[in-house]
DNA sequence: CGTGATGTTGATTATAATCAAGGTCTGTGG
DNA sequence: CCACAGACCTTGATTATAATCAACATCACG
């Protein structure tokens, strides 16, 4: 039976597997080579690809520092942001069932990433299955991203998607210790988010102003801050469970960094929202 | 080293190990296995529930007759469908990770459905690599929809929405041999189509009339056809790849139903848009 | 026959895109 | 230290796209 791990600080983790520590029972052996595994590490500066569609190059990354996006273009000419990577984050885990890439992966800001080689993934799917399963898990909960994202810009007005998409990316860094409860730092100029959320530019920063002076946000340069987070969660209709389900050893005991208690409030808050939303369905 | 199995007709095989068949070499023990586990078959009336938003109930399906859909409720009212399953294609294979389900999935035909228990997947994994590759293929497609519906919300007009829709409906039929060169028969209602891509159902039934008005379409009650594939595709800015690149065992010898000289037109127009959207690119 | 679900159409309104112009800030080179 | 350029943000005016509203038509089915 392998015996959980205590780290003095969690500055004593690479941000992915603090990570996959929060999703699943690692033991020393696992930590060891999970960490040792990040070795080889890549710099990549400000808006440099990591990946570009088209590319046959196929290798995955942890994401150790700085964010960045996946993106592909249309033929009119728009981009569409597809996902948004932030510390701790896997990047490209499937793309070896790929020919070639289908979308381009840039930093946003400067990043640093651990190039993961394919014969690693195959080790550590014969190997090491919890590994394989915070892994897996970490697959699942982009893909539940990718969803909400759906429902954001299939039914959502542009209000209720950004604060959405705010909240979203609030949570995010909140697991990794880059936000406190106060708030975050947004390293997304309105543009991205616009490439993101399917609006204009000019309507992104409209939008923005009217939930400030809602009091729904408070924006002071990159530094956000959500004054009532009760209402805000309300109004965007956020349900952070599809950020913070797998929960096999996601309890109390496991979080020692404040977290607990923001994504407590938010559960206490979902429980509300689904009863309104069966409601809503009639 | 297993041997490729041969089947007299298609349709000896069921849908999902058919589907299955074309991205993975399946060995005789592998599909007498997984054929094996489809035993325990749920009928589905039409609109019923497979599985309900907010059910602890944990288990997936094998989709064999009839078509699906994933959707979720917005506090607003509105409803957003995430995705449509049609025949061959698995249901809920994360729905493990959750402690309860996360969205709805209802019948939108009677549905045949085969009721796949948590236990046998790990078997799966444990014990059949190749047909577990071929499920972690089948979770990555079904993500690349999703990332395609989220280009089409985020950064594609309306026609261009419906279109792209429409053309993914039938590739992904013709893989399974429910449709054929001719055109498909569309088993969703407007208003489906109108939750699936953001769009109201009026909407959706004038932008369907210019479309035909076109020539881009040719709808004659639920039979779709598509009388210019190649004007349709470059309109739609539709690329196949997202459905179709894990060819570990999918190169022409696997194809013995006349599906290949549709998907491969459509490859080769492919590499035509690749290049024209790097010169929109800048 | 009704009755309910689906499809169709035109008129009106709302939301967001586009266009155009400045403003602020930051880093760079003279 | 200042001037300048480029990236980013802001704002108002105009236009386009799609939502909403309101009928009515059609069809399948009990």
Chains 1, 2 share one sequence.
Not at 196 to 218: D, E, Q, Y
Request: negative net charge.
């Amino acid at each position: 039976m392998p015996e959980p791990i205590e780290f003095a600080h969690d500055g004593d983790v690479s941000p992915p597997l603090r990570r996959l520590g929060q999703s699943v029972l690692l033991s020393q052996d696992e930590v060891a080579f999970f960490e040792n595994m990040q070795a080889n590490r890549i710099a990549y500066a400000k808006n440099e690809a990591l990946i570009s569609e088209g590319d046959d190059y196929r290798c995955c990354f942890a994401l150790r520092k700085g964010w960045a996006i996946s993106s592909r273009m249309t033929m009119a000419g728009r981009r569409q942001i597809l996902s948004v990577y932030l510390p701790g984050d896997f990047i490209g885990l499937h793309i070896n069932f790929h020919r070639r890439a289908i979308y381009t992966v840039s930093a946003l800001t400067p990043v640093e990433a651990a190039l993961i080689e394919p014969m690693r993934l195959i080790e550590i799917q014969q190997r090491w299955p919890v590994l394989a399963a915070g892994m897996d898990w970490s697959a699942v909960r982009a893909t539940n991203i990718l969803s909400e994202h759906n429902v954001s810009l299939g039914a959502r007005t542009a209000q209720e998607r950004i604060l959405h998409f705010y909240l979203e990316l609030w949570c995010r860094l909140m697991l990794v210790g880059e936000a406190s409860s106060e708030g975050f730092d947004m390293k997304m100029t309105q543009e991205q988010v616009a490439n993101t959320l399917g609006l204009s530019v000019v309507h992104v920063n409209k939008t923005l102003k009217a939930l400030v002076k809602k009091g729904l946000l408070k924006i002071e340069g990159r530094r956000v801050e959500v004054p009532d987070v009760a209402m805000a969660v309300r109004m965007a209709d956020f349900d952070a469970a599809f950020l913070d389900s797998f929960r096999l050893a996601n309890d109390a005991s496991t979080r020692r960094d404040g977290t607990r208690d923001m994504l407590e409030a938010i559960d206490e808050l979902t429980d509300e929202m689904m009863e309104r939303r069966s409601e809503a369905a009639e």
